[in-house]
């Protein structure tokens, strides 16, 4: 511990069992509940921010943010490069059934410690004594590489399907790259002063944006139903291609489940804002279930929606838009108008799913810094007097996106790679943290009590949920098609390896001699 009287030793948690808060707790927005507080003291944690969620909020916060029959959209051409209509439809269901051990794992986490930390604090309190301090740090990077690409991602995903929209209706339009990076720019601009200035309304808007993607739901789904073509449903669930080449069905579904992974990731985006929501141990881990059931029926149906509705497949991939579903709008409808009304719908979802990624990558990166887990803790981990927010944190992030969009300038590729860097990584700490959950149940060791319990379930749900993501995350660093071209290279592997290696160096050098681990500051009497 004498380690941490270093340059960073002021971002260490502020030691929260003082007598006051050990006295006839008080339930309040600033404070929480009396278990917001005995939660909090468990851990080492002094309550910095502001607890303005309820269970209303923070379940549009997650679903927005997973946003799943949106993404199912926007990420149409993977499967039907990659497995077809059939394909598509039942990789969906494969992964929303494997997804779904993954998140009552996760939510079954969150509430023994529901902290804005999530994944590295579970580690550290799990793992085995003798690697808690090593794969805390690990997965804590592995967090913050996770959400901190996913701002560009989401944002460059509502850019460029503006600019779809522009050629839809401006066929002299010719799409630049830089034309991306502005719009990219200007959707992390929009997404931070939601964060700042509008940052105590946050709870409000994630009420209002709910109402929008449900309804927004219908409006599509009502919409090709009615008025687009459909095929034959022996057409829609039988037809199984390999659009892409790579010479084998089931390889090529396999590499298509990339949409739905993509579609059904982040149930850990609520876990980080848990110290802002009010009774969170208890709250928590049902709003995670309830978006993981809602978002997958809405997905779904959706995909089957559009499945059907898609018409000649091979016009909807080579759609001059760059996006199928926005063809799929424009077949439906036969009006310019019509179709973009239905795309601006994905679009507003996609940037407040921005809003949304920013507020969860700032508290990750927030609570990290908190633990000395990066290079300046001190400066990330500060809360601003009268903000109630990472303030610090929130405009870190912001630059590490514009920063990161700048890549997209010059080459597309890099800046994909590293867009889609987020799944890879996010994926590899649900591995490392479900894993030492099992492995505890595995050791009959002791649980931290619960107000979600798997119970003698856990250790097969936990042990379903491990290797279904080791399945995932071996295929979400394929290639998009086979025998690729440098342009179409799937480059994640090799970024990945070089943050790793990143992180496992300035451990060696400085980490190991300031991170000790969350589990180091807990509240052994409680």
């Avoid at 910095?48 to 149409?76: D, H, P």
């Avoid at 109630?388 to 920063?403: C, E, G, K, Q, R």
Wanted: aromatic share 12%; charged share 10%.
């Amino acid at each position: 511990m004498n380690d941490l009287k270093g340059a960073d030793a002021e971002a260490q948690p502020r030691d929260s069992s003082s007598a006051e808060s050990q006295e006839n707790p008080v339930v309040s927005e600033k404070k929480g509940t009396p278990e917001d507080q005995k939660d909090m003291r468990r851990m080492g944690k002094t309550q910095e921010l502001r607890r303005n969620f309820r269970f209303v909020s923070i379940f549009g916060y997650s679903m927005i943010l997973m946003a799943t029959w949106e993404t199912v959209l926007t990420t149409l051409i993977i499967p039907l490069l990659n497995g077809g209509t059939g394909g598509a439809i039942f990789v969906f269901l494969g992964t929303a059934f494997g997804m779904g051990f993954v998140i009552v794992s996760m939510a079954e986490m969150a509430s023994m410690a529901p902290t804005s930390g999530g994944q590295y604090h579970w580690v550290s309190e799990f793992a085995p004594k003798k690697h808690q301090k090593f794969l805390s740090y690990v997965v804590g990077w592995l967090s913050v590489l996770g959400w901190q690409t996913g701002i560009p991602s989401i944002a460059f995903l509502a850019g460029t399907q503006i600019q779809g929209l522009i050629v839809l209706n401006n066929d002299s339009y010719v799409p630049e790259r830089w034309h991306g990076t502005l719009i990219v720019i200007a959707v992390a601009s929009f997404s931070i002063v939601f964060n700042t200035l509008l940052a105590r309304k946050l709870p409000l808007v994630e009420g209002t944006v709910l109402v929008l993607h449900i309804f927004g739901f219908f409006a599509i789904f009502i919409t090709l139903w009615v008025l687009a073509p459909r095929s034959a449903p022996s057409d829609v669930f039988g037809q199984f291609q390999d659009n892409a080449g790579w010479g084998s069905i089931g390889l090529a579904c396999l590499v298509g489940q990339l949409a739905p992974i993509f579609s059904l990731l982040g149930s850990d985006a609520a876990t980080h804002m848990s110290e802002e929501l009010r009774d969170a141990s208890y709250t928590l881990p049902r709003a995670m279930i309830w978006t993981a059931v809602s978002n997958s029926v809405m997905g779904f149906l959706m995909l089957v929606t559009v499945c059907f509705c898609l018409g000649d497949v091979e016009s909807i991939i080579s759609t001059k838009t760059g996006y199928p579903h926005i063809q799929v709008f424009y077949n439906a409808t036969g009006s310019v108008a019509g179709a973009s009304a239905l795309t601006a719908i994905t679009v507003v979802m996609a940037v407040f799913g921005c809003v949304n990624n920013v507020a969860t990558s700032s508290r990750q990166l927030f609570a990290f810094a908190r633990d000395s887990g990066i290079p300046g803790g001190a400066f990330l981990s500060k809360v601003q007097p009268g903000w109630d927010i990472p303030l610090n944190s929130v405009i870190v992030s912001f630059a590490i996106a514009i920063l990161l969009s700048l890549i997209n300038i010059g080459s597309s590729v890099a800046f994909n790679s590293i867009a889609s860097l987020g799944t890879c990584a996010l994926l590899s700490s649900y591995i490392i943290s479900i894993s030492c959950l099992f492995l505890k149940r595995w050791r009959n060791e002791p649980l931290l009590p619960s107000r979600f319990s798997l119970g003698k379930a856990g250790i097969w749900i936990n042990g379903i949920a491990v290797t279904y993501l080791i399945v995932a995350l071996l295929f979400s660093f394929f290639p998009s098609f086979p025998h690729p071209t440098v342009d179409l290279m799937n480059w994640n592997i090799l970024i990945y390896g070089c943050v790793v290696i990143f992180s496992l160096v300035y451990f060696y050098f400085k980490g190991r001699h300031v991170y000790v681990g969350p589990v180091e500051y807990l509240n052994k009497d409680l």
